[in-house]
């Protein structure tokens, strides 16, 4: 047995089965099988036979085969000389790998004189603001008070130094030499210029303050100006959204009544359209009822002159009969029986001649009496026709006016649902306003309270700082021998620095409404405080027993 005909018996229909134990079991028990029938192939010609089987060309196999070999082969080779340093490829990666470890080198040194350029404007910045805020503290009202009245110790000291001075020059004139007196008095003329060329910049510094006072308060009048101006807008907006919704809910009322109107004078010209036609086919139907009634009393008419004439004709013949008879009576005997033949035969003749006329003329009548039926029928069925018509086109209006009315309500149902909507938009659009019109209150409220908190702290924070640096000038005062007591004020008036009652830690400025933009001086003395508290009850069971009552 070869192999191809034990691989034909394990591959069948195109599908691979496995061997059973009964297959195996058979094959093992066949030992009989003759060795010199089995023929071994190589695996080139086993190779070859499964081509020839499949179909496979060799030619392709063999082209496809040495393609894959040769990218094999190329892709070896490029893997071999990628590392290569003495190819152009290879000089030129090298080339390329240094300049960007170069291009790295001066990037970091760039982001290390960026890093310290950076400190170095941080560390100016924060120094510049120090200053500014240092400055700025000196500016302050209350600062600037108190140096003032550091100036003005300074000015007691030196006033009591020229006091000594001058008393000891009262002392001494006798043996002071007149250029050393001189000399003197010339330092006092220069220290006195310098007090006032400061006493002058003091002032000017008044009045800058000053104006940058009124300009802040001008500023913040402008600011309240344009709010204001700003909520009339809004409210002038909110009023004319308003009267044009007004005016489009007026237009669509107008529109209504209008179209409700239109309806009714359709509907009006519709009635009044079908009474006239129902007039005018009446007043047609009488007419023809009336020419029917006159044409049948014409017809009645003529059958009865004609009824009349044929009896009259009757009657003229029966005369006529009666006077040929006679007179054939008369001539009977002298006629012989030929001419009775010929007489009778005439009257014969004539009798059949007149019952044949009698009998077309009752056939016209009976066929005028036939057609004036059938008129009568056709003119009935007509008119059940005409009637008929005349109640489709009625139901056909009565339901085309239903249509009508139907497309109207729903068109009305429609303007009305469209009206509840904008409506209902036009409310949530007022609510929505009306909740974020609360919301910025309650922030401004918020932010009012923060900022209040805020200033609260910074003002406390401030009157901390002053009150270290005042100590720290009044020690350092008292250790000079200056007199203390304008410090000690100034730093007892609060924040402020201005000539008012201190109000929660604050001594505001009041100055006046002029072009000298002076503080205004306070007025504060027992009688003022005895008139307040007469004004002001602070105890209602003192003020009872001051106006007399007892209880």
Known sequence: MSTASVRTGVVQYGRR???SKQAVSSEVEKPEADLRQVVILSQSDWQRLQDRVNGVNQRNRSVTAAAEERELLHMRSKELVKHWANTIAGQRQKKLEAKKCREALEEEERKQVDLEEAKYQAQIRKEAIEKAKTQQYYQTDRVKGFHSALLLAEVLKEREAQLELKRMKQNASKDIDRDIVAEMAYREEQALQQEQKKAIQRKKDQLATAESLKQQIKDHEMKKE???????????EIERLRDLHLWEQSMNERKKLEEKGSVMKAYQDYLTNRELMKAA????????EEKRKQLAKHKEKVIKMRKEKQEEIFRELQRHRETIIQKLAVQKQQQVSNEEEIIAKAVAEREAKQAREQREKEEKHAAMLNSITAHRESMRKEQ???AEEEKQKAL???NAKKEADKIFMEKQELQAQKARDEGKTLQDSYIQEMAEKRARHHRTKKEEKAFVAKNTALIVEEENQFQKY???????????????????KAAREGIGGGLGPVFGGLRPSYLVHDESGVQMPTYVSGTTQNIKELNETSDIQQSKKRLGFTC
Do not use: D, W
């Open 396 to 398: 056909e209006m009565l």
């Open 281 to 288: 086919e009446a007043q047609r139907h009488e007419e023809e």
């Open 384 to 386: 059940e026709r005409k």
């Open 470 to 488: 005042a100590e720290q000038v009044i020690v350092t005062a008292g250790k000079t021998g200056r007199i203390t007591y304008p410090l000690l």
């Open 17 to 19: 089965k496995g061997s």
């Open 226 to 236: 344009q709010e204001r101006q700003e909520a009339n807008r809004e409210a002038e």
